[in-house]
């Protein structure tokens, strides 16, 4: 489903990813981890279209980045730190506004259902603008999966969630897992990540340098990994 080839991300002088090599399968679910300034969150821009390698090949369902990139587009849903919803639309205005972006006909009767997936039916009609932080979390992930995609790409999504929005966002992954879909999540948070990822990567220095199953939803299992390859606690 994703396979990256010798991706090399460049700003300047700084080198944010050295040569680094990935393939996630249909059906996985993955969790990103690694300290600050390893590369996670520019990874996930890159597998995004977000933001141009330096050199490498990306492939997403056997469609090269490079040349196919608003098919690729199609297949992503992504859930960076910023909501990227228009703060001045209610919840519905702006899941209109996304699906239609994505050619989406049952977009009216889709973004309902998400708003009421997320638990915001009473805030329809309200601009998000005046949403508390958990709220306006919970409008960016029906944003993220408004268009059905099948890869989800999250960055940090459980960061100053409250245990409902939590929950809500866990379920969506879950599901997502259960339809056979793809997920990467870049997290430190080693609880939700035990909880809902089949495998996890370690990335240190712009590289992967681990890469193992989780079994059994082993917090422990994902502690002491990061322990024997990063040390300190994930961050």
């Keep these: ?22 393939e996630v399968a249909a059906g996985d679910t993955v969790a990103v981890l690694g300290p600050n300034g390893a590369g996670k969150s520019t990874l ?27 098919k690729v587009r199609e297949l992503l849903g992504f859930l960076p730190h910023a909501s990227l919803l228009y703060e001045h639309f209610s919840p519905l205005e702006n899941l209109v506004f996304f ?11 889709r973004a309902k259902a998400l708003v009421r997936q997320v638990g915001l039916s009473f805030f329809l009609n309200e601009p998000v603008k005046g949403f508390s932080r ?6 960016a992930i029906a944003r993220a999966i408004v268009h ?25 992954v879950l599901a997502h897992q259960q339809e056979g879909k793809t997920t990467l999540i870049v997290t430190h948070d080693i609880k939700q990540a035990a ?3 089949n495998r996890a990567i370690i990335i240190k220095g712009g590289k992967v340098v681990d ?7 082993s917090e422990a299992l994902l502690l002491e990994r990061y322990h024997q390859v990063i040390g300190g606690d994930p961050e």
């Design 148 to 172: 059905r995609p099948s890869i989800l790409l999250l960055d940090e999504p459980h960061t100053g969630l409250d245990q409902k929005a939590i929950g809500i966002l866990n379920d969506v």
């Design 44 to 70: 996930l821009k890159i597998l995004a279209t977000l933001s141009k390698p330096t050199s490498g090949e990306i492939s997403i369902n056997q469609l090269s980045l490079k040349k196919n990139v608003n």
């Design 195 to 197: 909880l809902l990822c």
């Design 211 to 217: 890469d193992f199953l989780i079994e059994d939803q």
């Design 134 to 139: 958990g709220m306006i979390q919970r409008v």
């Design 99 to 109: 699906g239609k972006l994505y050619g989406m006909k049952d977009v009216e009767e």
């Design 1 to 22: 489903m994703i396979k990256v080839d010798s991706l090399v991300k460049k700003i300047g002088d700084k080198m944010i990813l050295r040569n680094l090599h990935l």
